[in-house]
Nanobody, 129 residues
Framework: QIQLVESGGGAVQFGGSLRLSCAIS????????IGWFRQAPGKKREGVSC????????DYADSVKGRFTVSRDNAKNTVYLEMNSLKSEDTAIYYC??????????????????????WGQGTQVTVSS
C-alpha cells in the first residue's frame, strides 16, 4: 500500500523555522521523486520543492530559494523540508507527493503538480507577523 504522511506543521512567527517530514511507504524512491507543494486559501496548489534521487537533483520555486531545503533520509524512507526565514505568504497547507521518474515528460518542470501520482493528506503551516 502506497502512503505518504506529512507531519511537522504548526504555527510559527515571522522569521521562524519549521521542518516538515514526509514518511513514505510502498514506493522505491530510486524510481519516484518526492515533491513538496502548498496551497493557500483561494489559491492554486503550487510546487515548492522536489528531490529526485534518480539524478541527484533538487529543485525549488523562486519564492523559497535560499530559505527552504529539501533532503532525504534513505534509512527512514522520509523526505524533509527545512523552512527558514518564514514569511506570512508561506502560510498554506503543505503536501508531499510522489512522481514516477521514468515518465516521458519528467525531465522538465519537476514542480508541475500534474506529474505527481500519489499525495499525502497535508499539514498546515501558519506564519504570523
Amino acid at each position: 500500500q502506497i502512503q505518504l504522511v506529512e507531519s511537522g506543521g504548526g504555527a510559527v512567527q515571522f522569521g521562524g523555522s519549521l521542518r516538515l517530514s514526509c514518511a513514505i511507504s510502498g514506493l522505491n524512491l530510486d524510481y519516484w521523486a518526492i515533491g513538496w507543494f502548498r496551497q493557500a486559501p483561494g489559491k492554486k496548489r503550487e510546487g515548492v520543492s522536489c528531490i529526485d534521487s534518480s539524478d541527484g537533483t533538487t529543485d525549488y520555486a523562486d519564492s523559497v530559494k535560499g530559505r527552504f531545503t529539501v533532503s532525504r533520509d534513505n534509512a527512514k524512507n522520509t523526505v524533509y523540508l527545512e523552512m527558514n526565514s518564514l514569511k506570512s505568504e508561506d502560510t498554506a497547507i503543505y503536501y508531499c507527493a510522489a512522481a514516477f521518474v521514468n515518465r516521458r515528460d519528467w525531465g522538465t518542470d519537476k514542480l508541475d503538480r500534474y506529474k505527481y501520482d500519489h499525495w499525502g493528506q497535508g499539514t498546515q503551516v501558519t506564519v504570523s507577523s
